[in-house]
């Protein structure tokens, strides 16, 4: 037996076997994340005739478990611009770090308080300044440029064999103020429609989305409250059949006036009607 | 009886020595990330005698889904600005969408510093080159793309050269590439150059003479694009939405964009 003070407290070899040192190694392979481990679910947006309404619930399973009930996966970059994660949590965290960081850069950059305060006095026109929100001067990253910036980001991570493992969604307006809408995976991949979602939501909600808004003449007719409905209806139809979601969910309505998110929304008007009439599924046996 | 005892294994428990993984091999892992997939999509290059006519349809796709109905495939290359007013060249990838994207800007970004060095507009035979050489330097991590090159050759004709992943390329008169390529080509090979077409009643055999080769209009290659398109919407599930094209001549680059089936 060795008493010295070294193997104080250590497992011993003949009862545990040789330690696994392999983790504190610093040469050889990196440990990437191969796999998502905390995962929310799908996130779906449509666009309407003067923005977008984006909306995820806020469970985040692990597994089959569902894990925090109460996570938030929209999130507002400089009060103009809504990023949607699905995918891992913690990359979605490190991202979301990221975009502070990004956002305070971008705000000490484009210093608003003397800028604005000298529009104020010297223009009488209003209208020059009712078009911007108040920390979204032009010259500053818009949702088309946070989009870009993000499937660089993520294509970088890929091509290190280093996947954020997400699927993202970016709501808010482009450099035209028109409505933008765009979506970026781990790997890169980006594309834009009039709607979007991720996960299961391509499957369940993108079709009953494309029903209102399949081109992008449809979804510049519709209205705020249109595109909220049908969101809302897709949200339900999710929680009815994706078994890894939640009744309880974020919303949030982008335009020119800013981002109006609520993080606490509950499913209304539940029918579990349609539940009856399924048989042959799992353990039932009549 | 312990590893790490400090006599048998030097002077301390520092994290640098710790012992290796008995089992499993260095860097075996179950699981590894797939940093590739394919989002289907075709595109289609023809040369005409003073015109290039470079196509794609818009579809984007992943497995049975369709993400996107209007992503376009077909892109103008090195102009001065972003709007690409005064570009001269065009470029088609297909396959792997980040990739090509990837792909496009780097060629886009090497004509540009082209066009600001040497004050003139980059040649299609040099593109050609350099765009090669893109390719294979990520030979061992390729660009999962299959891109097509098209312009106006120096004597003022249609130019179109094709690639494979890694940068093996030709000049060809015509190719069909992506998921409906070998739907179209043949197609293409019978249209085109005239494969398979014999004058009639020339003979029997090998007296039987072939159909003399001829540059096809500006007309008839627009036709034939949106045919060729139309049979491979039909077969294929991964084409469709749209149709764009870009007609090169020495007037500039035209963009065309036609409905195709969208189902």
Known sequence: MDHRPQAWGRPRDDVYGAYDGSYFQNSGPKFATQSPVVTGTSVIAIKFKDGVVIAADNLASYGSLARFTNVKRLRVFLDTTVVGFGGDVSDMQYLDRHLNELAIDESYENDTTETAAATTTSSSDPSSTSTQTPNNPAGSLNAANLHKYLQKLLYRRRNDFDPLWNHILVAGLDASSKPFLASVDLRGTAFTSPSLATGFGAALAQPIMRRYAATEEDAAKLTREQAVDIIKECMKVLFYRDARSLDKYSIAVVTKDGVELKEEEQLEKQSWAFAERIHGYGTQTV | ?263
């Open chain 2, 1 to 263: 009886m312990f590893s790490q005892n400090p006599i048998m294994n030097g002077p301390n428990y520092s994290f640098n020595d710790a012992p290796p993984k008995a089992n499993a091999p260095e860097g075996a892992r179950q699981h590894r990330f797939d940093p590739y997939t394919d989002n289907g999509g075709s595109t289609l290059a023809i040369a005409g005698a003073d015109f290039t006519i470079m196509a794609g349809d818009t579809r984007l796709t992943s497995g049975y889904s369709i993400n996107s109905r209007y992503h376009p495939k077909v892109f103008k290359i090195g102009g001065t600005t972003a709007d690409q007013h005064d570009a001269t060249l065009v470029l088609s990838v297909v396959g792997f969408a980040a990739d090509g994207e990837a792909l496009k800007e780097r060629l886009d970004t090497i004509c540009k510093m082209y066009r600001y060095r040497h004050g003139k507009p980059m040649s299609v035979k040099a593109c050609a080159q350099r765009l090669s050489t893109i390719l294979y330097q990520k030979r061992f991590f390729p660009y999962y793309a299959y891109a097509i090159l098209g312009g106006l050759d120096d004597e003022g004709r249609g130019a179109v050269y094709s690639y494979d992943p890694v940068g093996s390329y030709e000049r060809e008169q015509c190719r069909a590439g992506g998921a409906a390529a070998s739907l179209i080509m043949p197609f293409l090979d019978n249209q085109v150059n005239f494969k398979n077409q014999y004058v009639p009643g020339s003979g029997e055999g090998h007296a039987l003479q072939e159909r003399e080769r001829n540059p096809l209009s500006r007309g008839a290659v627009e036709i034939l694009v949106k045919d060729a398109f139309d049979g491979a919407v039909e077969r294929h599930i991964e084409v469709g939405d749209g149709l764009q094209m870009m007609v090169i001549t020495k007037n500039g680059i035209e963009e065309i964009l036609q409905p195709l089936k969208r189902d």
